[in-house]
């Protein structure tokens, strides 16, 4: 099993900012890529940044500029440095984790819990 904790979340308004993690635990694996997505109600979720075991970054359009994701490989978390914080920001924030178990090659694709991000104008 893999579990993903999320931290950061919480109310801020307009042009401040936040910073979300999450670390993965639970089995012994090599992460492939982690990542952050949201979702509003009434809609699907959708991709906010991505990052690769290798650095390699993913970011969608209306965060560009203003998000940044980074991860640390030792700490197995990944973190999403959120600036300039819009009202169109606010959405509930999922870490999502592609992982390979390095005993059997499985290959997780898990979630967290999520995180309310809130921006007010």
């Known amino acids: 099993q893999v579990h993903l904790v999320e931290s950061g979340g919480g109310l801020v308004q307009a042009g401040g900012s936040l910073r979300l993690s999450c670390t993965a635990s639970?089995?012994?694996?090599?992460?492939?890529?982690m990542g952050w997505y949201r979702q509003t109600p009434g809609k699907q979720r959708e991709l906010v940044a991505t990052?690769?075991?290798?650095?390699?970054?993913n970011y969608a359009d209306s965060v560009k500029d203003r998000f940044t994701i980074a991860h640390d490989n030792a700490k197995n978390t990944v973190y999403l440095e959120m600036k300039s914080l819009k009202p169109d920001d606010t959405a509930v924030y999922y870490c999502?984790?592609?992982?390979?178990?390095?005993?059997?090659?499985?290959?997780?694709?898990?979630w967290g819990q999520g995180t309310q991000v809130t921006v007010s104008s």
């Open positions: 999502n984790a592609k992982l390979t178990q390095m005993i059997t090659g499985y290959k997780y694709d898990s």
């Open positions: 639970g089995i012994i694996f090599r992460m492939n890529q």
């Open positions: 990052i690769t075991s290798g650095g390699s970054t």
